[in-house]
């Protein structure tokens, strides 16, 4: 009966309570969180490249980590590159519409 005891009640998780009471609010702040999300990841990756870059060089690290980390750097800022092309796009796009 003690195992029984230490056993907590389960609990509703609001976030999807509130996402089926109200889905666009719900649905645009994960958008918005998902957003600042790859962008904080992107600049991480971008500075552990360059880190791992300048112990490369400096001969702290391996050389093929400093690559590695490097190459996923540039394939990073390649995404984030092209995102930004596809919403600018997009943008250009809803200013050429006819009203």
């Known amino acids: 009966m003690d195992a029984?005891?230490?056993i907590s009640p389960v609990s509703l998780d609001t976030s999807i309570l509130a996402e089926r009471v109200s889905p666009t609010v719900a649905t645009s702040k994960a958008f918005g969180t998902?957003?600042?999300n790859a962008a904080s990841e992107t600049i991480g990756?971008?500075?552990a490249g360059e880190t791992a870059m300048i112990d490369g060089l400096s001969g702290k690290g391996?050389?093929?980590d400093a690559v590695s980390?490097?190459?996923a750097a540039e394939s990073s800022l390649q995404s984030v590159m092209a995102i930004r092309?596809?919403?600018i796009s997009a943008y250009n796009e809803i200013l050429r519409m006819p009203i």
């Open 62 to 64: 391996s050389l093929q």
């Open 34 to 36: 998902y957003l600042a």
């Open 45 to 47: 990756t971008i500075r």
């Open 85 to 87: 092309d596809k919403a």
């Open 69 to 71: 980390a490097v190459l």
């Open 4 to 6: 029984l005891s230490s």
